[in-house]
């Protein structure tokens, strides 16, 4: 069922701790719970799984249970002990499991989608269940009543989803490549603005309500952050990976960007640091520069075309990488982190389940909130 890793940790990368097996199929979701030495997964073999570390230091399934069609997106409330399981079918599913993680009982299902459920968010203080589907809409329903509480539409597959819980203003990602900012109200909702700079699907988004900033991943290949905060509507590209980036998680306390992509690429941005939006602003063509540099400052990790003037202004220590990369070896579909221990956990359609120590690449104490820097 499941195998320990053991890796001798090395500096500046992650260590892969333990792999997780027993899926049949695609996993679409992980999660570690909160303080304890356990996984909640998800996939589209249709079952939900709690594995829980024994002593011996593998995982092993402590809860499984089959559901009635895949299951697509996940959520879980760790003070309540209450997990909302998306499917294909549209449906999202609560049950609240025991202190001991060994058994998990069915509270009642929302009709909240016609189509499959892409993301899910829980907010305890409204009691809203918030979900986006591949019926192209957000839905809001009421956790007490069960019953639908708004709907809003877009023009394509939602994809994924971002809630700031204390001004009730929702992100939705889409397969068009556009995000859309809404304010979501009791019975309806407003258009706040639409986000467009990507030049593909939505496959990822992360809100920091600290800082105000929107990072959003997509399948072309790049990362977007948008300061929704700031008045001057800043936005700063980040381009490193080789696939579709998949997942983002951003540290806060370190400012800094994790983010995973489908070919298993790990890459650790540096976002404390002043970064330059442009150089000269000019776009150049093959026949006017036949020049290429990296210039990881306007987020550029890889070569890219460049004009003349700029290259001879680029020096080498402009070059200086502000991003680590790493292996995941496996097809990463969905990561999280549990940033208070350091932990990462990705998983994807190879059905396998990593569980990662970040703590070397992340480059503090997260616990103690104490920067190694």
């Not at 003070?79 to 998990?104: L, P, T, Y």
């Not at 080498?316 to 990462?344: V, Y």
Request: glycine letters at 8%; charged letters at 20%; hydrophobic letters at 35%.
């Amino acid at each position: 069922m499941a195998a320990e890793i053991h890796s001798r940790p090395q500096s500046r990368r992650p260590v892969l701790l333990s792999k997780v097996e027993g899926h049949q199929d695609a996993v679409s979701a992980a999660l570690l719970i909160p303080k304890e030495d356990g996984v909640i997964t998800a996939g589209e073999d249709r079952t939900i799984r709690v594995w829980l570390k024994r002593d011996s230091g593998q995982y092993w399934p402590s809860i499984y249970h089959t559901m009635a069609s895949p299951c697509s997106a996940m959520a879980y409330h760790h003070d309540s002990r209450r997990i909302f399981v998306g499917q294909d079918n549209g449906a999202i599913m609560e049950f609240h499991i025991s202190e001991d993680f060994n058994k998990m009982n069915f509270v009642k299902t929302y009709p909240a989608h016609q189509n499959r459920v892409s993301a899910i968010t829980f907010c305890l203080a409204s009691e809203w269940l918030i979900s986006t589907g591949h019926d192209k809409c957000i839905s809001w329903m009421c956790t007490r009543s069960g019953s639908m509480l708004g709907r809003h539409y877009f023009t394509s597959w939602a994809s994924c989803l971002q809630y700031d819980h204390e001004t009730q203003h929702a992100f939705v990602g889409d397969y068009s490549g556009q995000i859309t900012l809404l304010k979501l109200e009791q019975n309806t909702c407003s258009v706040i603005t639409t986000l467009k700079g990507h030049e593909g699907s939505i496959t990822s988004l992360w809100w920091d309500p600290v800082q105000r900033l929107l990072f959003s991943g997509a399948s072309d290949h790049s990362i977007i952050m948008w300061d929704i905060g700031g008045r001057k509507g800043r936005t700063l590209l980040l381009q490193g990976h080789h696939d579709k980036v998949q997942a983002i998680c951003y540290i806060q306390l370190t400012r800094q960007l994790v983010s995973c992509s489908a070919d298993g690429g790990i890459a650790v941005w540096n976002m404390d640091i002043s970064r330059e939006e442009r150089k000269c602003g000019q776009a150049v063509c093959g026949k006017c520069s036949s020049k290429r540099s990296s210039y990881p400052i306007m987020g550029f990790e890889f070569q890219v075309r460049v004009c003349d003037s700029c290259f001879e202004s680029i020096k080498d220590e402009d070059r200086t990488s502000l991003a680590t990369f790493h292996e995941g070896k496996h097809n990463i579909s969905h990561m999280s982190m549990d940033i208070s221990r350091g932990l990462m956990v990705t998983c994807g359609s190879d059905r396998i389940v990593k569980i990662w120590d970040m703590t070397p690449v992340v480059g503090c104490s997260l616990a103690t909130g104490f920067s190694s820097r």
